[in-house]
């Protein structure tokens, strides 16, 4: 067990290596997130959600917190595997005794790596830009949040990468199957509303929505999100599932 | 044996053979088609084996049943008394494997993905000497996205000698290479060989087998037609030696008869015949000279049955 813990290790150190080492893709991994908290977060700042006194940029900066964690997690994740399949990556693992369980932990552990500092990033711009911080008491529920969306979207990630057929269309399916999701889910407009009943119904059926009500929740004093944690636990299940059902070492 | 899970275990071949890969009767169908029709061979400890054939023949499929990747229709299959399908986390601790076409890790940089390679064995061997036997000493600590083609097939080799194996499979090691890449892709299997490694590679390269095989085996359509040393399976498959001379103007001009009991074409100025007894030939060939007051016939030349002959005799067939 430790020899699979300590190669898991060596691996994750690798992954974080070449990541960094790819500046143009960890660049925009986090800018991508940070751009748009401060462009839009500035366009909030002394707005109210209609009828409170929550400032909009209060659960704006936990909405893009959750956007922060599905980047990490399942657009880099995924989109990740797929090309390491696709270049035969995964292949060539195959033909060592490596045990599986400590590549793909250590894919997992540097993903686990990359959203911690990515939604660090996120949070401590957003309270020294808005002003906007978790509730006193509430850092503990902020971080159990962020660890189940990461093991969510991290599923779901492992999951949508067997369904990529090719290393050119990784990142824009991982994308593309997320932001419409996103957008509509009120993650990047915190006034956002208008949505016809049944999309709203569909809307709140996707992980989406459920990540970014736990973390706001953390952030401003909200309904307990008892049926947003059972939608992530439900996602987490299926997408593990999926992963587990269709995942391939070569192409 | 109190651990009563092995149940698949089965006892290992015979050492006494001494041969690192066994294989018998081998049989592969993918859907209906046979790719392999029962293939047979030997490889023995520290020699390098070739398995030569068109594309097609069924090299890669062989390679991947002896490599674990694959479980065979039916036959036999020990590869260092292991079987590869029921045992491969074994066999892959002691079998070093080079894919055709395989990926790396491409921001990683050259030594440090040997490394992060060695950490994967129980007893790996020394970084230093990895990458001196593949000449990438100079470019240890390059990305690896950074390489040329023939760099990256010699990482391909590193990384498969990581685990310090007994036992290397080559899947085509050079297609696609230019001239130099490939030179220094054999200079790399010979330091393999010099090694005491043992090392199975397949390849469609006539002049790769001969100057890298110890023994050569042909595979055309799923069968092996012949196995045996370079000489040996040119000797076996009926090959000729060819004796040529420089055709005499006298002979030419038809002013002689041509030399009896050999089936002699001239082709212009050369004079070619194909005999099973070149020393026979000779000595009638020498007769006939002296009779006509040739002297020494010129640019005499015998030469033994190319593996090339062989190979193309085998194979044309197979081309519309």
């Known amino acids: ?251 | 044996m109190t651990d009563t899970r092995v149940i698949v275990e089965r006892p290992p071949a015979p050492a006494a053979d001494g041969s690192a890969v066994h294989v018998r009767g081998l049989r592969m169908s993918f859907g209906g088609t046979e790719v392999l029709r029962g293939v047979g061979f030997d490889v023995r400890y520290g020699e390098v084996f070739c398995l030569l054939g068109p594309n097609g023949a069924g090299k890669t499929t062989t390679l991947e049943i002896l490599e674990g990747f694959r479980v065979p229709t039916g036959g036999e299959v020990r590869v260092l008394g292991l079987d590869p399908a029921a045992q491969p986390a074994r066999l892959r601790e002691r079998a070093g494997m080079v894919l055709q076409e395989c990926g790396f890790p491409r921001q990683a940089r050259v030594a440090e993905l040997l490394d992060l390679w060695r950490s994967y064995y129980p007893d790996p061997r020394p970084l230093g000497e990895l990458l001196e036997v593949v000449e990438l000493t100079e470019v240890r600590n390059t990305q690896v996205r950074r390489l040329s083609g023939g760099q990256r097939r010699r990482l391909d080799f590193a990384l498969a000698l990581a685990g310090d194996p007994e036992l290397i499979f080559l899947d085509e090691p050079t297609t696609g290479f230019d001239p130099e890449a490939r030179r220094r892709c054999w200079a790399a299997i010979e330091n393999l060989r010099g090694l005491g490694k043992t090392i199975l590679l397949t390849t469609h390269y006539l002049d790769e087998a001969e100057r890298l095989a110890d023994r050569i085996a042909i595979l055309r359509a799923g069968r092996i037609e012949l196995a045996g040393t370079t000489h040996e399976v040119a000797v076996r498959a009926g090959l000729a030696t060819r004796v040529s001379f420089t055709t005499p103007s006298a002979l030419r001009r038809g002013q002689i008869p041509p030399p009896d009991g050999i089936d002699l074409t001239i082709c212009g100025p050369e004079s070619v015949c194909h005999t099973a007894n070149a020393a026979m030939t000779l000595r009638l060939l020498l007769a006939w000279a002296t009779e006509h007051s040739l002297g020494d016939l010129g640019s005499l030349a015998v030469t033994a049955p190319r593996l090339e002959d062989t190979y193309l005799q085998l194979t044309s067939g197979d081309r519309g």
């Open chain 1, 1 to 251: 067990m430790s020899r699979t813990v300590r190669l898991a290790v060596r691996q994750a150190v690798l992954e974080q290596r070449s990541f960094w080492r790819s500046a143009e893709y960890a660049l925009f991994t986090f800018a991508f997130p940070l751009m748009i908290l401060l462009l839009i977060g500035a366009a909030n700042v002394g707005s109210h959600l209609p009828g409170t006194d929550i400032k909009n940029t209060t659960v704006f900066v936990p909405g893009i917190l959750a956007f922060s964690v599905i980047v990490a997690a399942y657009v880099n994740l995924g989109s990740k595997v797929a090309v390491l399949r696709h270049d035969g990556v995964l292949k060539r693992i195959r033909t060592t005794p490596l045990p599986a369980a400590a590549y793909l932990g250590g894919l997992l552990a540097s993903t686990v790596v990359t959203a911690i500092s990515i939604t660090a990033c996120t949070g401590l711009i957003g309270w020294l830009a808005f002003g906007a911080g978790p509730r006193a008491g509430e850092l503990l529920a902020l971080a159990g949040g962020l660890v189940l969306g990461t093991v969510c979207f991290a599923s779901l990630g492992l999951a949508i990468s067997s369904v990529i057929t090719s290393a050119e269309s990784a990142g824009p399916v991982a994308y593309a199957s997320f932001l419409p999701i996103a957008i509509i889910s009120g993650v990047f407009d915190p006034t956002f509303s208008g949505l016809p009943p049944w999309l709203s119904r569909l809307v709140a059926a996707f992980p989406v929505k459920a990540l970014a009500e736990v973390l706001q929740n953390a952030y401003a004093v909200r309904p307990f999100p008892a049926w947003d944690l059972v939608n992530l636990g439900l996602w987490t299940a299926a997408g593990a599932a999926f992963a587990v059902w269709r995942f391939r070492w070569h192409t």
